[in-house]
């Protein structure tokens, strides 16, 4: 019988392990007679929790002290909300740097709040090409530069090396990790702030990771919801109200699976050849198409189509008779779109790209 | 071996026929090849489960089509600090009536955003009393009055009957249900808006419950967050962004437990059983002390204290001894806390009241 392999953007794919130690864990807590779903967030048994998941993102990223790690509630899209009434002062602006359907989100939530340089940062050309940074335009006096690293939907990455060398000015660089954070080593002190929900490499939805520059926490802002107010989260050690418990026992477990595995270095490997393999096949097909410029392809989100779409349909259809699911593309652009998070096990993208030369072979 | 009953005040004992389910479904949610961990919130599955969460709430509750449902991330203190960011435009204002730690917090957090009329509406007296409705000095337009039904902290309701009456006046009903919803028949329709954190009545942290009056929607405000703007999240069926799922997931097994047990009617009566069973043994006791007036205690949240704290430490310790977990006060108040909430088994007050007596006993 063949294995179920699930490539969906996010939620996305969680270590067998992972499920297995929730499920024999999930009535009685490690002895405490509880369930993890009914643990107070006072519990020691919840601290601990808490600060191992925040001792192993700091041990994987390499966060040093003078950053905090917060915990927050309502994903990425609630944070990004709140980034101006945290961090823009009255006058204050910030440049967001558009490359694709969660910056663009990003950016026009930040105008409901504040002054903001929207750059459109993709070249106008057929193939999507991110335009060099010294193309961008970007203000003098911004407080914040916002990107996100990797755009799921049309799987484009930004010019990282570019990004991280800003941190020479003066704005400090903010950025939407969601779906590349843990994939691969980044210098965090280049960062001002770094967010990420948590579907997609570390876990489950409802909860929100950031690590933000201690410094930057101390200006504060006024008139924040207290829960939304990244000074009060630290000092609160997250826990200014109930916090997704659930969701943090999972990180953590995800953040130690992940530790496990050979950290960020052991990812990043497998992740560039994985995506590589992929990227191949559909490079030399006739078929299957690609519209991202080689140096800004993703290797988490890799999005292909069929310019026929009645075989498109067809091969999304097998591929889910073939146990290959979450294949769909974004509603927003149809077509395919392959997943690649930490958690997918090699033999899932080998029976994927087994499939896709099959595929290929029988419709020449 | 004795059973371990759990009486936290919220995250809170769940059935264990809901813990069991949850396990056994866990690795493979009902044939998909898929933890509901990892299903997609765009899923058939995920979106089965939206529209049952829905419904069941509506069918428990009495919820009208005149009413949206909208199930939002954050817990009820995310919810609060939005509430005048979505209902008050530039010039209005609303009643809070303050009663205790929960509705001064959500007062607190709305005077950030608008003009707020902040009532005190706790008497000044030795027992806990809440003063009649007539006494409160309610304003003539405000465009809301909030309040919190059961304050968690120091066991008090508010009066419901003055409360609902106001349907009449032009002000909606704004009510913080965390702690009491589904715990007691109430009259949907004279409210203008109802929340509630999940951990509570509803299973697990993370999400938030709202049964708001589509009417109030129609008028929307600018600059809101998206992922809070309550008329998006109901254009948007709650999916603005990627929602709680594994959250809404429980919230759908606990309404259909709740349904299956009998519903509102049962669990009200069961809870004022046990709720003066409780009372009981505590005015019957020469140690034991509740503060509250006997009109406005409640039958959720039920605090006492030990005057000598020496026997106080001593009860808490002997009770964990006997597997009554999770009966520490909140950290504000210190004491004693029974949280009954629907959840609660029988076995478990039977359990507890006999070891208080047995307490008193050997301490007399």
Redesign the interface.
Known sequence: MLE?F?F?A?????P?TI??K??NE??DHRGT???V??????SEEFMEMLDQAENLLRELMGVSNEYAVLLL??????QY??LPLNFLHQGDSADYICTGHWSI?AC??AK??ASINAIQALADSELIVVKPVENWGLKQQSSYIHYCDNETINGVVNDIAGMESFNSKDAALFCDMTSSILTRPIQVKNYGLIYA?T?KNL?????CVMVVKKELLSKGC???????DYKKCFEARSL????????IY?LGLMLNWLKEEGGVIEMNKRGQLQAKALYDVIDSSEIFKNRVAVKYRSCVNIPFEIEDKVLQAKFLQQAENH?L??LRGH?SVGGVRVSLYNAMPKQGVINLLEFMREFELSHE
Do not use: C, W
Not at 222 to 228: C, D, K
């Open positions: 179920t699930y969906g996010g939620p996305a794919t969680l067998t499920l297995d929730i499920k999930l009535v007679g509880l369930s779903l009914e643990l107070s967030h006072r509630h309502g994903g990425a899209t609630a909300s709140m989100k026009q939530e409901k709040f929900s579907q876990g489950i939805s409802g909860l006024e008139n924040i919801p207290r829960v939304f200014v109200n109930t916090p997704p418990i659930f969701a999972v146990k699911l979450g509603r």
